[in-house]
């Protein structure tokens, strides 16, 4: 059993601006694990909020040693040795996209040494895939009416607050379309009583639900703030991983899960039906990533109430092919595993 890997920089359509900072060039790692003749494809999207960047994934992935396995089905324990490399709670972070990247990879060989798509070793239905919002990054009045345009052909938008102009942003939003709209602030409002104003405020503009309001070590506030309004309320930078959810029943709805942050596809499972036990909504979230983080989580699709997977269509080079979004919707392949092939 063999890892390789490769840095990929993704270029954005448009310089991408949250509450917290833009970006324009984005580096992913792609991992490829070799064994019996086949590679399975894997990625790691690294994110500073999460302590991650290119060079920790690659100090990481040096790390793994699956010498001591001769089995890829036995996944259950190659992946908790992979867990084990970095310990929960760690301060400099976990690794987890660098984590990430080797379960990808693995359920990729899986697939493709099983002649099987991964969709239906996860006993899900290709035809019921989700719906993709797609991402407005925060910007001037002139080019969210433009990124408005560019986005005609995706029905559902999701829209980056948490600054101090956010009701001019929606209202320009408003003036280019009557879209059903999901709103990200990020962490961005940082108080309770402001977080309650802006989410009445959105509650007449067609607001299906708001993502992560507060910052994430404000867990009272957002119970507070979540017994006052009837809004859907989504964790996002709350819920890493498994171990979070419990503590998120009185404050959340809903949790955004992203294999980027949670380890991948095992531990995403994991969290949906512990979520789904608590009477939570699901959603799956993504970094700027090529087709083969995007594919792995739309074969995960079929369980999300809501899907936000658009970010291969957010960039302009993916050398990868492999879900398609055609008007939102996650199209998969049937070829074997991810049914991800590299681009010449
Ligand atoms: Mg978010």
């Not at 001769?70 to 709670?89: A, M, R």
């Not at 987890?96 to 693995?106: E, F, H, M, Y």
């Not at 507070?224 to 404050?251: C, F, S």
Request: aromatic share 6%.
């Amino acid at each position: 059993m063999k890892l390789s890997w490769k840095q990929f920089d993704l270029h954005l359509r448009h310089a991408f601006r949250i509450s917290r900072g833009v970006e324009i060039v984005d580096p992913v790692m792609i991992v490829s694990f070799e064994h019996d003749g086949i590679a399975g494809f894997g990625e790691a999207s690294p994110t500073p909020r999460y302590h991650e960047t290119i060079e920790t994934v690659a100090a990481f992935l040096k790390r793994v040693d699956l010498s001591r396995f001769d089995d890829p089905f036995q996944t259950e324990d190659i992946l908790l040795y992979v867990q084990s490399l970095t310990p929960v709670g760690s301060p400099l972070g976990e690794n987890t996209s660098a984590k990430c990247a080797v379960d990808i990879a693995l359920h990729d060989w899986i697939g493709k040494k099983l002649n099987v798509p991964l969709y239906k070793l996860l006993g899900l239905d290709k035809s019921k895939t989700a719906l993709s919002s797609f991402t407005i990054g925060i910007d001037s009045p002139d080019m969210l009416i433009k990124k408005i345009r560019e986005a005609e052909e995706y029905p559902v938008l999701k829209i980056k607050l948490g600054m101090e102009n956010d009701r001019e942003t929606i209202k320009t939003i408003r003036s280019a379309t009557d879209k059903v709209l999901r709103v990200d602030a990020n962490e961005g409002w940082t108080t309770k009583e402001l977080a309650l104003e802006r989410i009445k405020w959105l509650q007449d503009e067609n607001v299906e639900f708001v993502e992560q309001p507060m910052p994430a070590a404000q867990l009272d506030d957002m119970k507070w703030l979540r017994a006052k309004i009837t809004m859907p309320l989504i964790a996002d930078e709350n819920v890493i991983g498994l171990r979070d959810i419990p503590k998120l029943g009185d404050a959340f709805d809903g949790i955004n899960i992203k294999l980027m942050k949670c380890t991948g596809i095992r531990e995403a499972v994991r969290m949906i039906h512990t979520a789904r036990a608590m009477n939570m909504k699901i959603m799956m979230g993504c970094m700027i990533e090529t087709a083969v983080a995007i594919s792995a989580a739309a074969h995960l699709s079929p369980l999300l109430d809501y899907a936000d997977l658009d970010g291969n269509v957010l960039i302009t080079d993916d050398p990868f092919d492999g879900v398609r979004n055609v008007r939102g919707k996650l199209e998969l392949n049937d070829k074997p595993g991810l049914g991800v092939v590299l681009r010449n």
